[in-house]
C-alpha cells in the first residue's frame, strides 16, 4: 500500500536553530500539506501546496516557516529558528485530488530545548 | 473564528455496542466532512466523508450529516476493542484547501 514517508522521526533542537522536516508524497498526488499536533492539542493547519506554490497558510504559518518541494519527489518543511512553542508532532499529507481525503505520514516529532 | 466542536469523551461502550460520535461546526460555508481515527501516538487515518446530507454507510461505520443544523455524526456498530482511538471530526470549507479539525473525542470499548 502506497504511504506517505517522514523524515526524521524525532529532532531535537535548540532553540533558535533552523530545522528542516522531510516528506515524500504518495507517488501521484498533487497536493501536499503540513500540519501540527501539539501534544493533547488538536490537529492544526498549517499550509497546503500545490503545482509548486502555497495554495493556502494559516495564522501559524508565518516568516519563520516555509515548504519547497526542491526535487520533484521530496517535501520539505523549513523552520528557521525555532521556538519553544514550535514543540509539537508535524505531520505531511498528500492527496490526488483537492477532497480532503488526506493521506497522512507517520509525522516528525519536534522538540527545541 | 471557524469552529469544529467534539465532546471530548472518553465515551466508553462495551464490545458489541453502538458507539455514537458527534460534532458541531460553525461554519455555514463548510462543505466537505470527514472522520479520522487516531490512535494514541500515531497520526490520523481517514475513515469517512460525507458530503452532502443524510446518512452515508460503510462497512460497521456510518456517518450522518445535516448542514441546517450544522451537525455531524459518526455511528460505529458492533464496535470492537480495536475501535479504542479518538476520532477526529474535519471539515472544509469549499473555498480553501484546509482542513478545520474538531480536538477529537476519545472512545474506548471494553470487552
Known amino acids: 500500500e502506497p504511504e506517505v514517508t517522514q523524515t526524521p522521526s524525532h529532532q531535537v533542537t535548540q532553540m533558535g536553530q533552523e530545522v528542516i522536516l522531510r516528506c515524500v508524497p504518495i507517488s501521484n498526488h498533487l497536493y501536499f500539506y503540513w500540519y501540527r499536533q501539539i501534544l493533547g492539542q488538536k490537529v492544526e493547519f498549517l499550509v497546503s501546496?500545490?503545482?509548486?506554490?502555497?495554495?493556502?497558510k494559516s495564522e501559524i504559518f508565518d516568516d519563520q516557516f516555509s515548504v519547497e518541494r526542491p526535487d520533484g519527489s521530496n517535501f520539505t518543511l523549513k523552520i528557521r529558528s525555532t521556538k519553544l512553542e514550535d514543540s509539537a508532532m508535524y505531520f505531511c499529507a498528500t492527496e490526488g485530488t483537492n477532497t480532503g481525503e488526506l493521506f497522512f505520514g507517520e509525522g516528525s516529532r519536534l522538540t527545541v530545548l | 473564528q471557524k469552529e469544529v466542536e467534539q465532546n471530548s469523551g472518553p465515551l466508553s461502550v462495551p464490545e458489541g455496542a453502538i458507539a455514537s460520535l458527534n460534532c458541531t461546526y460553525s461554519d455555514r460555508g463548510s462543505q466537505s466532512f470527514f472522520w479520522y481515527r487516531q490512535y494514541s501516538g500515531k497520526s490520523p487515518e481517514l475513515i469517512m466523508s460525507?458530503?452532502?446530507?443524510g446518512d452515508k454507510e460503510d462497512g460497521r461505520f456510518t456517518a450522518q450529516l445535516n448542514k441546517a443544523s450544522q451537525y455531524v455524526s459518526l455511528l460505529i456498530r458492533d464496535s470492537q476493542p480495536s475501535d479504542s482511538a479518538t476520532y477526529l471530526c474535519a471539515v472544509q470549507s469549499d473555498s480553501g484547501y484546509a482542513l478545520n479539525f474538531g480536538k477529537g473525542t476519545s472512545l474506548l470499548v471494553t470487552p
Open positions: 460525507i458530503y452532502s446530507n
Open positions: 501546496f500545490y503545482n509548486n506554490e502555497i495554495s493556502e
